[in-house]
């Protein structure tokens, strides 16, 4: 049986925070935004003490401090954590498998995919792989980790979350219905909130009733593709081998949150343009020019919309890009623009490497 580990930090961003304040071990830690929870930000990480309250990531900072008010909060520092990923990954790069070096997916700042190479011998137990790589990255690091043991990525990353924190667990096409058949259909990697409520107006709400669900009805409902695709990943086979290559960006992007709604067209038209120049800066960085622009409003209270456009020529020409950013403003329909805006983000695609 051919073996995929799937290697995910546990509380990642806050456990990094926690190493760098050690007075804060014991503590509910929240990150997120500048660490104000009177500001709009949202939840980066919280640390499992601040996930006993109810708070998660993706959460409005006021709200996890509602439900936590003796939560530490702290500012998201981007740096610290890429360079404790960086270790990680490299910690991952240097292990072997079957006496030949194992390959390696990046997946984020604080999960891979781990696996055999090609060509290797004979494979030690992967529960003691598993336990090689959690020593390995915890000497490291000095931070935790989980592994999820699969005979395929899907079933890996999945198997991940029955594990945390500091364990694991295996999931294989012989469990695979016992354990997850009456779970949820967004437990499944690859299926969000909208998919599943899809799923649901077809009568499918459990992992199990995907997995018998008919492919052709499927199709008909969610597309060809689609559709027998999300059956796939009920069944656990709708699985990609590890890439080890380097993930490529498409594009870069940023945002800003207003604390306070913006109405000012003028001065939304200039924020448009000082974030172009900063997505600008991360494109050069990356030595490629920009192809397409994109722009994202989010409107008071919580309506977000987007527009972009395909530029006539690739360019990395500062003054061509803020006017295409601004130009998108007068996409937005009537109504939209009455709106206060809270929310700005610009994105440019870049040229693919080798133009």
């Given at each position: ?13 806050a456990?990094v925070?926690?190493?760098?304040h050690?007075?804060l ?5 929240v ?6 929870p ?6 980066s ?5 601040a996930?006993?309250?109810?708070v ?6 006021r709200?996890?401090?509602?439900k936590?008010?003796d ?6 520092d981007?740096?610290a ?11 991952l ?6 006496g030949v070096?194992?390959l ?13 190479g090609?060509?290797?011998?004979d494979?030690e ?7 090689h790589?959690?020593a390995s990255?915890?000497a490291a ?13 899907l079933?890996a990353?999945n198997?991940?979350?029955?594990g ?14 016992e354990?997850?058949?009456?779970r949820?259909?967004n437990?499944l990697?690859?299926?969000g909130?909208k ?6 107006a ?5 992992v199990?009733?995907l997995a018998a ?14 559709g027998?695709y ?9 699985a990609r081998?590890i890439d080890p290559?380097?993930?490529?960006p498409r594009?870069?992007g940023?945002?800003?949150t207003f604390?306070?709604d913006?109405?000012d067209?003028?001065t939304?038209?200039?924020e ?9 800066a991360?494109i ?7 192809v397409?622009?994109?722009?994202k ?10 527009r972009s456009l395909t530029?006539?020529?690739?360019t990395?020409?500062?003054e061509?890009?803020?006017?295409a950013?601004v130009?998108l403003?007068?996409?937005l329909?009537p ?5 206060p805006?809270?929310l700005?983000g610009?994105?440019l ?7």
């Amino acid at each position: 049986m051919g073996w995929v580990l799937h290697v995910d930090m546990d509380q990642f961003i806050a456990a990094v925070e926690i190493q760098r304040h050690p007075e804060l071990a014991d503590l509910p830690v929240v990150v997120g935004g500048r660490g104000d929870p009177t500001e709009r930000g949202v939840v980066s990480t919280a640390s499992y003490a601040a996930r006993e309250f109810g708070v998660g990531s993706g959460m409005p900072l006021r709200i996890a401090k509602r439900k936590c008010p003796d939560a530490v909060f702290l500012p998201v520092d981007a740096p610290a954590y890429e360079a404790v990923s960086v270790t990680v990954m490299e910690t991952l790069r240097s292990l072997s498998w079957g006496g030949v070096p194992v390959l390696v997916q990046v997946l984020g700042w604080d999960e891979a995919f781990v696996g055999p190479g090609p060509e290797h011998g004979d494979l030690e137990d992967p529960e003691d792989m598993a336990a090689h790589v959690m020593a390995s990255v915890l000497a490291a690091t000095g931070l935790h980790c989980s592994v999820g043991i699969g005979d395929n990525t899907l079933r890996a990353k999945n198997a991940t979350d029955f594990g945390k924190p500091r364990g694991t667990y295996t999931l294989t096409a012989a469990n695979w219905l016992e354990v997850m058949g009456d779970r949820p259909t967004n437990a499944l990697w690859g299926i969000g909130a909208k998919t599943a409520a899809k799923l649901a107006a077809l009568g499918l709400d459990t992992v199990a009733q995907l997995a018998a669900s008919d492919p052709r009805v499927l199709a008909d409902a969610l597309g060809p593709t689609m559709g027998p695709y999300y059956r796939g990943l009920a069944v656990g086979t709708s699985a990609r081998p590890i890439d080890p290559l380097p993930y490529v960006p498409r594009g870069h992007g940023r945002e800003t949150t207003f604390q306070t709604d913006v109405d000012d067209w003028s001065t939304i038209a200039d924020e448009v343009r000082t974030l172009t120049a900063r997505v600008l800066a991360d494109i050069d960085a990356e030595g490629r020019p920009a192809v397409r622009v994109g722009l994202k409003i989010r409107f008071a209270p919580f309506i977000t919309v987007t527009r972009s456009l395909t530029l006539p020529n690739p360019t990395n020409d500062r003054e061509a890009l803020s006017d295409a950013a601004v130009s998108l403003l007068d996409r937005l329909e009537p109504h939209q623009r009455a709106r206060p805006v809270r929310l700005l983000g610009v994105r440019l695609e870049m040229t693919p490497p080798g133009g």
